[in-house]
């Protein structure tokens, strides 16, 4: 739909419908148009409420950044009252919500046209999307047999074929930078806690999961975060003060800064051939504009926060099933949940109180352990670390299928998810901010992401080195590949 516009992006369509150029009514016929034409292919876009869509442009959309613009929510979490959910499960379909949550008030006050979600693995808690309430998998745009990534897969998918501009997401280990990684688009995890939880929850995942978008510029999800971020009412806790704001921080390039360049895991495994040049390609890109470059491991101790990340969220997803049979008032039934989840929920059943504490206590000791990489006195020193966002490119459709009940190796097993992702659930369990930029191919012709990760609280100068390398490596045009 953007091209039919001679669009970029949601800011060049908010800047079509502030100068009356277009209506939010086309708009919002062009991307259902677009659904109808590529959603057979792709199964990205569920649950579509057009008639609310209309309904909100009738009553008068809020004056925000995006007046207009066509929007999706992930099937999975950011509750709302005139958007049901299948939260990717046959256990939790068609849930209705009492009242919205604080980041979907924000979202729509920027004035964009919200008209239905889009897919999500069961509980959020795989690398690709394919849930079985859906009828199949979501497919990659850029190549049909393969992921589209997960969880915020649907999104990724719409976005890139150009369903919608950009589109709501989740991030609980990679799930907004994997679909980004997947499908050639920028996407960027803030801070732990700059974005409002409630009044669903407290927090996800002890602190681990955060919203996010998926856009196609890195403007649009700056101009997102400002008019999302801030603790909600009642939050346990927030993010430490922003400066001066994201879309102030991309109006200049940052410092000069040390970017510590990690062309292995951070494990010192080999990565894929592909994703290793994408990650060399930019340090060079990096060192060209004046940054210092310097080669590097950050000294943590990776394996056992993937230990700790696997039990905290097998005990968070066993929460969400059995809230979930409370308010059905039953218990669990056959084909109410997938394989992955009956494995998770036999996992947590194995995880006492304790456990569970020691869990979060040793995803607080790694946080500490990544603060430190960036401190001159007890690291490297470093602003930036730089990675691949995958260690290969966007796997098959299939690979990883929630079918196994083998919950623990589907996670850390050999060849499972943190072997295909080593890098991203570092930065959710760190807290830390850390963006997937779209800045390589593989020989196939699929997107490669490099990722970026900062020193906690420093979301503005992390963005401002995004926006950087966009200006200096565009993106855009890329998108003029995809042939579905």
Not at 289 to 313: F, I, S, Y
Request: with cysteine; aromatic share 8%; net charge neutral.
């Amino acid at each position: 739909m953007l091209a039919q516009f001679d669009a970029k992006d949601a800011t060049d369509l908010a800047a079509l419908v502030a100068r009356g150029a277009v209506s939010a009514g086309e708009l919002l016929d062009a991307s259902l148009a677009a659904v109808a034409r590529w959603n057979p292919k792709l199964n990205a876009v569920v649950l579509v409420q057009d008639a609310v869509a209309r309904a909100a442009i009738a009553a008068g959309l809020p004056r925000g950044p995006f007046r207009g613009v066509p929007f999706l929510l992930k099937d999975l979490g950011c509750e709302a009252v005139a958007f049901p959910s299948h939260n990717g499960s046959r256990l939790l379909a068609n849930t209705r919500y009492g009242k919205d949550s604080a980041i979907y008030q924000r979202i729509r006050a920027t004035g964009v046209v919200t008209y239905g979600r889009t897919t999500s693995p069961e509980g959020g808690i795989g690398a690709a999307t394919e849930a079985a309430v859906y009828g199949g998998p979501t497919r990659n745009p850029w190549h049909l047999d393969h992921t589209s990534g997960g969880s915020s897969g649907g999104a990724g998918a719409a976005v890139a074929a150009g369903i919608v501009p950009f589109a709501h997401g989740s991030d609980g280990g990679g799930s907004v930078r994997i679909p980004a990684s997947s499908c050639g688009l920028f996407g960027f995890k803030p801070t732990r806690a700059r974005l409002p939880d409630g009044p669903y929850a407290g927090e996800g995942w002890a602190g681990m999961a955060i919203d996010g978008f998926l856009t196609r510029s890195v403007r649009d999800t700056a101009a997102m975060l400002d008019a999302c971020e801030g603790a909600d009412l009642g939050a346990p806790y927030w993010a430490p003060p922003l400066a001066r704001g994201h879309m102030q921080a991309i109006s200049r390039p940052p410092r000069r800064l040390r970017v510590m360049v990690c062309e292995t895991s951070f494990t010192g495994d080999p990565i894929h051939p592909d994703c290793r040049k994408a990650v060399l390609d930019t340090a060079r890109l990096l060192e060209s504009l004046g940054h210092q470059v310097v080669p590097g491991l950050p000294r943590a101790d990776v394996k056992a926060m993937m230990r700790a990340w696997t039990d905290v969220v097998a005990c968070g997803t066993a929460l969400g099933v059995r809230k979930a049979l409370a308010a059905k008032g039953r218990g669990l039934e056959p084909g109410d949940v997938e394989g992955v989840t009956r494995g998770a929920m036999a996992h947590a059943a194995t995880i006492s109180g304790a456990d569970y504490l020691a869990a979060v206590g040793a995803i607080h000791a790694f946080g500490r352990e990544m603060a430190a990489v960036f401190d001159p006195e007890k690291g490297a020193g470093c602003d930036i670390i730089l990675s691949a966002t995958l260690a290969e490119p966007p796997a098959e459709v299939g690979r990883f299928s929630h079918d196994t009940e083998d919950y623990v190796a589907y996670r850390t097993g050999p060849g499972g998810i943190f072997d295909y992702s080593p890098f991203c659930a570092v930065f959710n369990a760190s807290g830390q901010p850390a963006a997937s930029v779209p800045l390589g191919w593989s020989a196939s012709g699929l997107p490669i992401g490099v990722h970026l990760a900062a020193r906690f609280g420093s979301d503005e100068e992390l963005i401002a080195l995004c926006a950087e390398l966009e200006q200096s490596q565009p993106w855009i045009a890329y998108f003029g590949k995809i042939a579905l």
